[in-house]
């Protein structure tokens, strides 16, 4: 299928490894020119020199300042951003009765805070042109929260309500905002939960994994160019009566329609 991503630009943020790097190796398959972001600018250069027309930039987005030191490095590197992918590291595991209000802020300034600063600079040149795509590494705690990550729980669903809002205004233009929701999928960030989770129930990591799979249908982790695919086609041209929308990407696990 031809997306209609030849030429344009995309900025994926947190994009050295995991599902970052799918998806812009999905959207660099496309035809996409591709900023690869990282904390590391060496990491980020070198992830970059793997794709086609690429670029490497290195800057820590968990705060407002990194959010729009990227959005500058972005739009001075590709000249304008058509594709937005939203993403970022999720904060540490733990439970709702154990939250401290340091742990709340830092959550909410990594996972709400930083997007909704890249959204402020790069959105408005998306409307002007009359183009544009963002789209939103989430997770299924937005539908239902998964225990033990309460700050991945308290946040998640807060940007998805921005973008919900935000889609409705600008539909009009030509730019859509959506979301994929990840379930279980074979990356570091599963792997450090499933460790966190084996350590905290007194467990081996394969008991955790065992279980993790019993409630997901297909009965395996996802692999990320799965994951990369859909967030490419909700870029895409053949997407864009799309928008508003939460794509559930997880095996079938969410126990809800």
Known sequence: MELGLRGRTALVCSSTKGL???????LAAA????????????VAEEQAALLPDAVGLGCDITTEEGAERLAELACESLGGIDVLVLNGPGPAPGTAAELSTAAVRSALDS????QATLLQRLLPPMRERGWGRVVAISSTSVEAPIPGLALSNLGRPALMA???????????EGVTLN??????FDTERVRQ???ASAEARGVSVEEVLAGSLASVPARRLGEPEELGAAVAFLASERASFIT??????????TPIL
Do not use: F
């Not at 996972?111 to 930083?114: D, E, G, I, R």
């Not at 921005?162 to 009009?172: D, S």
């Open 193 to 195: 939960v499933n460790q």
């Open 179 to 184: 979301a994929v929701l990840p379930g279980r």
């Open 31 to 42: 035809g996409a020119r591709v900023a690869v972001h990282g904390r590391d600018v060496r």
């Open 111 to 114: 996972l709400v805070v930083a």
């Open 20 to 26: 970052g790097w799918a998806s812009a190796q999905e």
């Open 162 to 172: 921005l973008l919900k809002t935000l889609a409705g205004e600008v539909a009009a």
């Open 244 to 253: 508003g929308t939460a794509l559930r990407v997880d095996g079938g696990a």
